[in-house]
């Protein structure tokens, strides 16, 4: 491909956040995308738009096919930019926050890998015969970036902080509106991918009494539950998202070590089915689920329908769980690498 390959994110230096440009797979600088666009501005590029006010991630996408080609131009210029600008700033002098602070929404795939859905003792699922399952989880409380501690929660009710368990996924982030959109254009309506962990309280995904047996929001809508980041590739430089490396590893030690080709039903089935039932707007995302190797099945080897069995597992001691001090490491291929402190909650 002749374009230059560039990923964005939201940076924090001198006590700001902007959305910043990274050239390359692994960018050794961070330009500021507003201020780059400013100096084009005015060395003639009138099509380059000063901004008014400080562009955040969210305009960027919600006016993505305005943004996309200047962006590559961006990436272009890179190299001729002046060695002293001050929108250039090193890798390692700023601080990532989530590349979108907050989204409308975050959309769930629950139980979308083949592997994940033995290891959980799920029962049989093909996509011939079933449909997706999608689950929200709220995004203003439970988004953070890279370096951002994941809180071990606490509360009268329930002991969660001792049943934290990780899940990394691949998340797709929308670019144009989507409404009732086929698997075959589904895509089409998709700005990149991202780094995603969906943290998960064990403990709170089952009640044993009241009306319903599952508890999605306990579960999962925890403060801090939902790392994301650092960076978002555009779709034109991930060519196959259905052929990517995912992982995770807590101190070191890999527990995940899967491939996006385990997936039941694709991204672009994913951001397809969700469309039918919301629309889906420049911002939101869509996780397309997790593979095997979550902490909560470790030690078991269970059979299709079996999956009640791994509660009396996890309280007897089985099983492998966040402790406050870990550090949890969820890579994708492409995509860069996600890291988050584990912390007790204060």
């Not at 003639?44 to 996309?68: A, I, K």
């Not at 439970?142 to 071990?152: P, R």
């Not at 700005?191 to 306990?218: C, N, V």
């Not at 672009?268 to 420049?282: D, G, N």
């Amino acid at each position: 491909m002749s374009e230059s390959s560039y990923r964005l994110c939201t940076y924090v230096a001198g006590g700001f956040a902007s959305v910043g440009l990274g050239v390359g797979e692994e960018p050794t600088t961070v330009i500021d995308v507003e201020r780059g666009f400013r100096h084009l501005h005015q060395q003639g590029r009138g099509d380059f738009v000063v901004w008014p006010t400080r562009l955040e991630m969210l305009q960027v996408l919600t006016n993505w096919d305005y943004f996309l080609p200047r962006l590559g131009q961006l990436a272009e210029a890179a190299a001729s930019l002046p060695a002293d600008a001050d929108f250039v700033h090193a890798v390692d002098a700023v601080r990532f926050a989530a590349p979108i602070a907050n989204p409308g929404k975050i959309l769930n795939a629950g139980a979308n890998y083949y592997d994940h859905i033995k290891e959980m003792g799920t029962v049989e699922i093909t996509p011939e015969n079933d449909i997706p399952y999608i689950f929200p989880k709220t995004p203003n409380n439970a988004i953070v970036g890279n370096g951002d501690a994941i809180v071990l929660p606490r509360s009268k009710n329930w002991d969660v902080a001792q049943y934290v368990d990780w899940e990394a996924e691949l998340a797709v982030v929308i670019g144009r509106t989507a409404e009732d959109v086929s698997p075959e254009e589904a895509l089409d309506y998709v700005a990149g991918y991202t780094i995603y962990q969906d943290i998960s309280g064990r403990d709170k995904m089952i009640r044993e009494t009241g009306p319903f047996p599952w508890d999605w929001y306990a579960n999962k809508c925890n403060d801090t539950f939902a790392p994301l980041g650092p960076w978002i590739v555009p779709t034109a430089f991930v060519p196959d998202p259905q052929n990517l490396f995912i992982r995770s590893i807590v101190n070191g030690e890999v527990q995940q070590d899967s491939n996006t080709k385990e997936m039941i039903w694709t991204a672009a089935e994913m951001v397809s089915y969700a469309s039918e039932i919301t629309r889906l707007e420049p911002g939101d995302i869509v996780a397309t689920g997790t593979c095997a190797g979550c902490g909560m099945a470790q030690g078991l080897d269970l059979q299709p329908g079996e999956l009640p069995d791994l509660f009396p597992h996890m309280y007897a001691g089985g099983g492998k769980f966040l402790q406050a001090g870990d550090t949890l490491v969820t890579e994708i291929e492409g995509l860069g690498r996600l890291t988050n402190p584990v912390v007790a909650a204060g």
